[in-house]
Every structure is written in C-alpha cells, then in structure tokens.
C-alpha cells in the first residue's frame, strides 16, 4: 500500500527545513569564490557569515507570508507584525556586519563592520517597503531547480544595483554620522579598502537575492492535498485531506493558499481528473463545501466593499463612509487589506468558473445544479464584480429590464433604473486602483468562461424567462440589487460586458 501523506503541519515544516539546508549551499559558494580572492584571509571567518546567514533565513520565513498584511486596527496584531519586521530588519544589519568582517578582514574592523551593519539595514528596510515579503505564487508552476536557475540572472542583477546604491550610500553616511572609527588612512589603503569592500557588498547582496529568491520557489512549489491513487483512502474519500486544508487552517496561513493553489490546478487542467470526478459525487456534499470554501473570500471582498462604499446595515459605519470622498486614500486603506489580496480573490474565481463549467459534461448526477450552485456561483461573481467596478468608479446604473424596444431597434429606457446609491467617481490614482482593475478582469473571465459552457441553456432560459430562476439566487444579492444581476448577467450572455 502506498504511504499517506504527511500532516500539513509536517509540510510547511520539511519545506522550511529543506529551504535552510538549500540555501546554505549557494551561500558557502559564493563565499567561498570571493573568499578565494582575498589576500591572506582568516579561516574561520566562514563561521560568522554562515551563522548570520542562517539568523537571516530563519527571520525572513518569520515575515514572509502570501497574505498581504497591512497594520491593521488590532493593537496585538500591529504589534507582531512590526516586531516581526523589526527583527527581520535587526538580523539583515547583523549579516551585514558579520559578512563584512568575514570578506574584508578584521584589520578595519570598525570602519568595515559599521558600514556593512549600514548596508544591511538599508536592505531590511527596502525589502520590508516594497513588501518583497509577499509570497506570489508563479501562474506556471515549473520544477523547482528550473525556476531557481531561472531566477539567478535577475538576482544578480539586482543585487549589483542595490550592492551599488548601498556602497555609495554607506561611504556617505560613514563620513557623515559622528563615530569613534573615524580616523585618517593612507590613500593607498583606503582605496584597497573601498574595492574590497565594493567587492564583498555585491557578494552579501548576492547571498540575500538567491535565498530570498530560493525562498520564494520553495514555498510556491505546489503540495497535493490527497492520498496515493490506488490507495483505499484514494478510493473512499480522496477529497478529505483538501477540505480539511481548506476548512480548517488558518485563513492567512500558507498552507491554506497551498490548498488553493492544488484545488485551482485540479480544476483548470487535465491532471488528476479523477481527484475533479470526486467533487461530482453522488450526495453532493462534497461539491457544495468546495463551492462554500471558494465563495467565502469572495462573499467577504463584496461585502467589504459594500460596506466602504456605503452598502452596509451598520448606519454610523455607512454614514461615516458616505462622509469620505470616493476618491478619499482613507477610502482605499478602508479596502487596501481585500484588494491587495489579488492571489487569493483570483484563485477562488477561477475554481468556482472552472467547476461551474466542467460540471455542464462531468456532473453526472446533476448536484451543481440540483444544490443551487450554480445560481450562488454566478450571483457572487456578479455582485463581487459590480462591487469592484463601482470601487473603480465605473457606472452601475443599468437599463431598466421593462425597457421598451421601438420599431427601428432603438430602447426606450423607463425610469425605473436600478442605480447604486453612492456616486461612482472615476479613480485614477491610488496605490490599490491596479489591484481592482485586475481583480475585475479575472472576475469578467470567470463569468465569461460560465456563460461560454452554458450558452445555449442559457439563452434558451433568458426566452423562457427563466434565467433569473436558474442563474441568480432568490435573495438579497451581497451588493446591488436582484434587477441589477439579471441585467449585468444579460449583458454577459450578449458578450457586451466590458
């Protein structure tokens, strides 16, 4: 009989063991190249940068994280996190100066040690501003050596251009900040020192972009959350150990986007489709709690929207909102922690379409439909889409569905329009306008894709009059109204949504 996979905890905790043995070893090379070309150099000055390496491994796996956190309301939670960061950047400098010492001798280790300590704090605080610590996961997942070896062009790239900005920058501040290691040094000796020095900053750099990019291929790397086929659990119930995932973990941990990254891959493509042939059951249970799990960050994105664009049942909270310009930052930072988390939005939109649409040939049973699904599918998806365009600022005001059609084609709209209460204001600026039109374009795909799978019954539903009945739910919609769903999913079905 086949082994059982191993519990999620043992999976994120082999693949952090398995990150801190890899990255020791392009470490230790590219110390050992430019410790070769050193005059004299200690022997024992290996031990120092290794250790400080390894204390600057284990404090980036601390911070990094595929949620992107932003300080939030929660004072125990702020707390963490700028602790989080505050070691992150802590253990950057000390790398720095023991990387400095070890490549550069201990003959000026003052001046030496107290630049790299310099350098190292200018790297923790770059990659903590442009939140580097954002695990993305890569829309092709390849094998891990062909990726890393991919990656290492461009990291040593990178690393000679912050390598270079940082040397610079450190030579000022050095001469600059008032300390007890400034003293006068023959010319010789000084320029012997700033090109070693130049020499051992771009390998330091060099050592941080490989394991930050090593990091990075190894917890993007795809996990199977099911058991060996062939086994007895693979035959019985082989959708558990996804569920509980899913279910059951943390919901900004890890192993929970893993989850969602292995779901995506079943639905999408042609690999384990028997693993996508156990969601169809006969029960349907198992359908509706991946649909459940996927519609969760979707429901709550158009809720929160909803709620900061004035849209929510809490009156001080809509009232203090409707107050704010639309094109308020406040506004965006309100919204920023839902829009920036673009991985997860987009992973879920493209399962539940996928589902959505295999289920038109794979359903055998009929559960998609006969559970209503497929009505909380694309009433979500509509609802989450009308809600990022109004946050873009895009008209939501649709035709009336009693408009009237003229002898020459043209429509005579009533004035019973649906509209959004909140005016739309065109956004064209703000840190998270990119992430809502992204999230809308996926969003547009995944209903496309629906429509695209059903076409036929829908349109022959939309002559019957019985769309609404199949495609949209009876109840009040997470941001609109029900008349306003019909018509954008009308729109849809003519192929003019834009």
């Not at 310099?118 to 923790?124: A, E, K, N, R």
């Not at 750099?205 to 993007?220: D, K």
Request: with cysteine; aromatic share 12%.
């Amino acid at each position: 009989m086949s082994p059982t996979p191993s519990p999620p905890h043992v999976l994120l905790k082999n693949r952090f063991l398995s990150f801190l043995i890899w990255q020791s070893i392009p470490s230790f090379l590219i110390f050992l190249f430019f410790f070769s070309t050193l005059p004299n150099p200690p022997l024992w000055s290996f031990l120092p940068f290794l250790s400080f390496l390894l204390l600057f491994s284990i404090t980036l796996s601390l911070i990094a994280s595929p949620y992107p956190l932003l300080p939030s309301t929660d004072f125990r939670r702020r707390l963490n996190l700028y602790f989080n960061f505050s070691l992150f950047v802590a253990a950057s400098a000390a790398s720095g100066f023991s990387a400095a010492v070890s490549l550069c001798g201990v003959s000026s280790v003052g001046r030496v040690g107290l630049r790299g300590f310099l350098v190292g704090s200018l790297f923790g605080l770059h990659y903590i501003f442009k939140r580097r610590w954002v695990l993305e996961f890569p829309i092709i997942q390849r094998p891990p050596f062909f990726s890393f070896k991919m990656g290492i062009p461009a990291a040593a790239k990178r690393a000679l251009k912050l390598s270079t900005v940082a040397f610079f920058f450190s030579a000022v501040l050095l001469e600059i900040l008032p300390h007890p290691f400034k003293c006068s040094v023959a010319t010789r000796a000084f320029f012997v020192e700033q090109i070693v020095f130049s020499f051992a900053s771009f390998a330091v750099f060099l050592c941080w972009e490989v394991t930050h990019h090593l990091h990075r291929v190894l917890h993007t790397k795809r996990s199977i959350f099911a058991p060996p086929k062939g086994s007895a659990a693979a035959e019985t119930n082989p959708s558990e150990h996804l569920l509980s995932a899913l279910e059951e973990s943390n919901p900004t941990s890890l192993l929970r986007y893993l989850a969602y990254l292995d779901l995506c891959m079943v639905c999408e493509n042609n690999v384990d489709t028997w693993r996508r042939a156990a969601f169809f059951e006969e029960t349907g249970e198992t359908y509706k709690r991946v649909i459940a799990v996927c519609l969760r960050p979707l429901e709550h994105l158009a809720s929160r929207l909803g709620e900061g664009l004035g849209n929510s049942p809490d009156k001080p909270a809509q009232l203090s909102n409707q107050l704010l310009s639309p094109t308020d930052a406040r506004l965006d930072l309100k919204n920023g922690e839902e829009l920036y988390n673009f991985q997860l939005h987009a992973c879920c939109s493209r399962i539940v379409a996928s589902l959505t649409a295999c289920s038109r040939k794979e359903d055998k049973f009929g559960v998609a439909q006969l559970s209503g699904s497929n009505a909380a599918v694309v009433s979500t998806l509509i609802s989450c889409l009308l809600a990022v365009e109004n946050f873009m600022g895009k008209k939501t005001n649709l035709q009336s569905p009693n408009q009237l059609l003229g002898p020459a084609g043209i429509k005579w709209a009533t004035a019973n329009s649906g509209r959004v209460d909140v005016p739309a204001v065109k956004r064209r600026t703000g840190p998270v306008n990119p992430k809502a039109y992204a999230i809308a374009d996926v969003l547009r795909t995944s209903i496309y894709q629906i429509v695209s799978a059903f076409h036929d019954e829908m349109l022959a539903g939309s002559k019957a009059s019985l769309l609404e009945k199949d495609w949209i739910t009876s109840g009040k919609p997470l941001f609109g109204t029900h008349e306003m769903l019909i018509q954008k999913l009308r729109l849809f079905l003519d192929f003019r949504a834009t």
